[in-house]
């Protein structure tokens, strides 16, 4: 059973910045962080694969960066400039590369608030 475990989030005023951690047990994923703000559908907000390459929606583009370590399993998301638009809980998304199947994190809130 693979588990995720999060971290980092929290509140932080508009203009500031957080930085997301999640670890994977065992095992080599693509990973991704998604958000679901209250009342709107999950999103993407960035995923890295196992070789690195990158993509983000464009409302982060420029913002945030997404970024991994593969000797630990972990995927960093790095927030800045952070809006109160981007107030919304965070989740991370690993998915196993050879079988295809993605496992979730519990979630942490990010809350960008003056």
């Known amino acids: 059973q693979v588990q995720l475990v999060e971290s980092g989030g929290g509140l932080v005023q508009p203009g500031g910045s957080l930085r997301l951690s999640c670890a994977a047990s065992g095992g080599i994923f693509s990973m991704g962080w998604y958000r679901q703000a209250p009342g709107k559908q999950r999103e993407l907000v960035a995923a890295?694969?196992?070789?690195?390459?990158?993509n983000y929606a464009d409302s982060v583009k420029g913002r945030f960066t997404i970024s991994r370590d593969n000797a630990k399993n972990a995927v960093y998301l790095q927030m800045n400039n952070l809006k109160p638009e981007d107030t919304a809980v965070y989740y991370c998304?690993?998915?196993?590369?050879?079988?295809?199947?993605?496992?979730w994190g519990q979630g942490t809130q990010v809350t960008v608030s003056s």
């Open positions: 890295i694969t196992s070789g690195g390459s990158t």
């Open positions: 998304k690993a998915t196993r590369v050879v079988t295809g199947i993605a496992y």
